[in-house]
C-alpha cells in the first residue's frame, strides 16, 4: 500500500510537470505566433513569408514533437522540449530581426524622400530656417531680462508675428521655461517650409 501511494504522487507530480511543460510550450508557440502576424502584416510578399515561416515551423516542430513522444526514454524528453523551445526561440529572433528591419527600410526611405525634397526646394528651405531663425530669437528676447533684449526686438516682432504668434501668447501668460517656445517654432519652421513649397507649385 505505502508502495502504492508512492507511486500515485510520483504520477502525481508527473503529471504535474507536464502540465508546466505544455503551458511553457503554449506561451513559446503564442509569442511566436503575435511575432509571426506582426512580420506577414508588414511585409511586401504576405503570403510568401507566411508559406516559408509556417513550413520551417511545421518541419522542426514535427521532428522534435516525434522526439518527444517515440524518444523520450530516460528522461530524454526533457532534453527534446528544451531543443524544442530553443528552435522556436531562434526563429522568433530571427523574425523579429525581420520586423525591425521592415522598420529601418521605412526610416531610411522617409529619409530619402525628405532629402529629394530638400533639395528641389533648397531656397525655400534656407528662407523659411533664416525667417524662422529670427522669429525664434525675437520671441526669446521680448522680456527684459532676456539675454538679447533690445530696441531692435519691436520691429523684428511685427515682422514675425505670422510664425511667432503662438509662442507670443505662451510667453505672454508664462516667461520661462523656453524649452515650449523651440517645440512650437519647430512646427512653424515645418509648416513655414511646406507652405512656401505649396506656394511655388
Not at 522556436?88 to 526611405?109: A, C, Q, S
Not at 501668460?173 to 517654432?185: D, K, N, R, T
Amino acid at each position: 500500500m505505502i508502495n502504492f501511494g508512492l507511486s500515485n504522487k510520483k504520477d502525481s507530480i508527473k503529471k504535474k510537470t507536464m502540465t508546466e511543460d505544455n503551458l511553457i510550450l503554449l506561451c513559446c508557440y503564442a509569442i511566436y505566433a503575435l511575432t509571426l502576424l506582426t512580420l506577414i502584416l508588414r511585409s511586401k510578399e504576405r503570403l510568401k513569408s507566411c508559406i516559408i515561416n509556417l513550413t520551417v515551423l511545421g518541419l522542426y516542430s514535427g521532428f522534435f514533437f516525434y522526439n518527444l513522444t517515440f524518444n523520450s526514454a530516460g528522461g530524454s524528453s526533457l532534453v527534446w522540449l528544451v531543443y524544442l523551445m530553443f528552435a522556436i526561440g531562434l526563429h522568433w529572433l530571427i523574425n523579429l530581426i525581420g520586423i525591425i528591419l521592415t522598420f529601418i527600410k521605412k526610416e531610411i526611405h522617409q529619409m530619402n524622400k525628405l532629402i529629394e525634397l530638400y533639395k528641389t526646394n533648397k531656397l525655400e528651405f534656407w528662407i523659411a530656417l533664416i525667417y524662422n531663425g529670427i522669429g525664434t530669437l525675437t520671441i526669446c528676447s521680448v522680456y527684459p531680462e532676456d539675454r538679447f533684449n533690445g530696441d531692435w526686438v519691436f520691429p523684428f516682432s511685427l515682422i514675425t508675428i505670422p510664425i511667432n504668434f503662438f509662442s507670443f501668447i505662451y510667453r505672454f501668460a508664462e516667461s520661462g521655461p523656453l524649452y515650449p517656445v523651440f517645440i512650437i517654432q519647430f512646427i512653424m519652421l515645418i509648416l513655414t517650409f511646406l507652405i512656401l513649397i505649396l506656394r511655388n507649385k
